[in-house]
């Protein structure tokens, strides 16, 4: 399997991290996006979005890196803890999922954007209004997984699955992109655990503090 992906970027960490702890192999393709690589016709062939993560498996390309997470579990021979067989549980696994897409990573994006990746790529500094938007975003849905998580170890069923890995995803930027989560004890002694794997420390870009 041929994975396009950015380094640097909290989806596509979340990937090669779950690919590493599943003993996967995959060949990994760094995309250039300031040259444009993921707007050529060849990659949106694979990608109309032209984003990454984008995971070629022979002729099947897979986007959406949640969906390549269900996806390299789907390949581990025997299957796995992280996604296992039982109807309900996935369903559980697939709440988390989505709601790190729709809610979680819409105000972390906002504020990892505004305070990190802006000013890396040149584009200026930080907008106030969008940094409130994202601050209040954060607060709230940060609440919300803090009070899931009291009492327990990990998301769902209390033992590590591909929910733990996406929902963790841009806590290794939190502090570098001031992501206000001092008043959430549980995300922190939770991230502690996902953060002490070593699949996903050795798939961490360096993050400039
Ligand atoms: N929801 C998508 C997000 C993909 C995405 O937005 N990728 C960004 C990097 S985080 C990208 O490739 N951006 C390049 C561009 O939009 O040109 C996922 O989780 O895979």
Redesign the pocket.
Known sequence: MKLYW?PL????YTVTAVADYLELPLEKIA?D?MK?E??TPEFLKMNP?????TLADGDFYL??????LMYLCGKKAGGTDLWPADERTRIDISRWLIWQ?AHW?RGC?TLLWERLVKTFFGGGTPNPEKEKEGEEAVRFHAGVLNQVLEGKNYLVNNQLTIADFAVAAPLPMAKAARLPLEDFPNIARWYQQIASLEAWRKNLPNIPQ
């Open positions: 950015l970027s909290p989806n596509n995309v996006v444009g993921q707007k979005n032209g984003k990454c993560p986007w959406e890196s949640n969906a390549i897409q990573m994006g």
